[in-house]
């Protein structure tokens, strides 16, 4: 059952929205692809999440002003890196908008199995193709169908973006 409320609620602060909001940790990945001339490409996301296990989904959610996500989309085909909690240089310097490749200078890639470009150090892979974006509010919903997954590097914890910093999602038990 769903409950939708048709009173009218007053607006609510951008800033005490995005403020709320960094009290829940989110996992860290970089977004990467081909450009249309073959450059790799790539973007850091915070909102990536299995979506169903049957048939395999992922997705994650991109500002409708970014002018590398189109690029990566176009070829139809993307990899989420899911950063340890040492690649806090990795994060900063792909969250920024770039189209020309230079978030890789001086980064030795591998490719995964969808040819997008694999960073080292990553934790996990996930190749994905698009299979859907839904555009909702200011960002588009980026749904995957899952083509491939692989554990990488297990000596360092996942990234996790919390309160404004990155720090690492150990639990311990």
């Known amino acids: 059952m769903y409950c939708v409320s048709n009173a009218a609620t007053p607006p609510i602060d951008s800033k005490v929205f995005r403020s709320v909001f960094g009290h829940l940790p989110?996992?860290?990945?970089?977004?990467?692809?081909?450009?249309?001339?073959?450059?790799?490409?790539g973007i850091t996301i915070g909102?990536?999440?299995s979506i169903s296990l049957d048939p395999p989904l992922a997705g994650f959610f991109i500002g409708?002003?970014?002018?590398t996500w189109p690029l990566i989309a176009a070829r139809g085909a993307f990899t989420a890196n899911v950063l340890n909690a040492e690649q806090a240089e990795l994060c900063w310097r792909f969250a920024k908008d770039a189209t020309d490749g230079s978030r890789f200078s001086g980064i030795q890639v591998a490719a995964s199995g969808n040819g997008s470009p694999v960073l080292p150090g990553a934790v996990a892979t996930i190749d994905c193709t698009v299979q859907a974006?839904?555009?909702?509010?200011?960002?588009?919903?980026?749904?995957?169908?899952?083509?491939?997954v692989?554990?990488?590097?297990t000596s360092q914890p996942s990234m996790v973006f919390y309160k404004g910093k990155t720090g690492d999602a150990r639990i311990e038990s």
């Open 26 to 41: 989110t996992g860290v990945v970089i977004v990467t692809g081909k450009g249309p001339s073959d450059e790799p490409l």
């Open 64 to 67: 409708r002003a970014s002018r």
């Open 133 to 148: 974006t839904h555009t909702l509010g200011d960002h588009d919903l980026v749904v995957g169908a899952v083509t491939g």
């Open 47 to 49: 909102s990536f999440a």
């Open 150 to 153: 692989q554990v990488r590097n």
